[in-house]
Nanobody, 127 residues
Framework: EVQLVESGGGMVQPGGSLRLSCAAS???????????MNWVRQAPGKGPEWVSC????????YYADSVKGRFTISRDNAKNTVYLQMNSLKPEDTAVYYC?????????????????WGQGTQVTVSS
């Protein structure tokens, strides 16, 4: 069973930065590099919002308009890990951030279709 574990969340002041990590394990009948990796966030009282996706080899990245130019997604397939560098953070970025995986999805941002999810990490942006 594939497991995803996020880390790196915390509290930061507006304008600050955080780097989230998501480590994957448990690939019995597949490989990490078969999965497109996504970050999805959910703010209190709101539905899940797709944030970013990186394709299997890291050659293509996609971002929601709300984070474009401030967030950067990357992956290290040798470490089975995906990252989200978040700069110029705003209070509206406050949410629980989840990583989610789906094989060969073409990074279509449909959160209901992702196969595996982590437990989430809290990001709070506040002065």
């Amino acid at each position: 069973e594939v497991q995803l574990v996020e880390s790196g969340g915390g509290m930061v002041q507006p304008g600050g930065s955080l780097r989230l990590s998501c480590a994957a394990s448990g690939f019995t009948f597949s490989r990490y590099d078969m999965y497109d990796m996504n970050w999805v966030r959910q703010a209190p009282g709101k539905g899940p919002e797709w944030v970013s996706c990186i394709n299997t080899d890291g050659g293509s990245t996609y971002y929601a308009d709300s984070v474009k130019g401030r967030f950067t997604i990357s992956r290290d397939n040798a470490k089975n890990t995906v990252y989200l560098q978040m700069n110029s953070l705003k209070p509206e970025d406050t949410a629980v951030y989840y990583c989610a995986a789906k094989p060969f999805s073409l990074c279509v941002p449909v959160v209901q279709q992702y196969d595996y999810w982590g437990q989430g990490t809290q990001v709070t942006v506040s002065s």
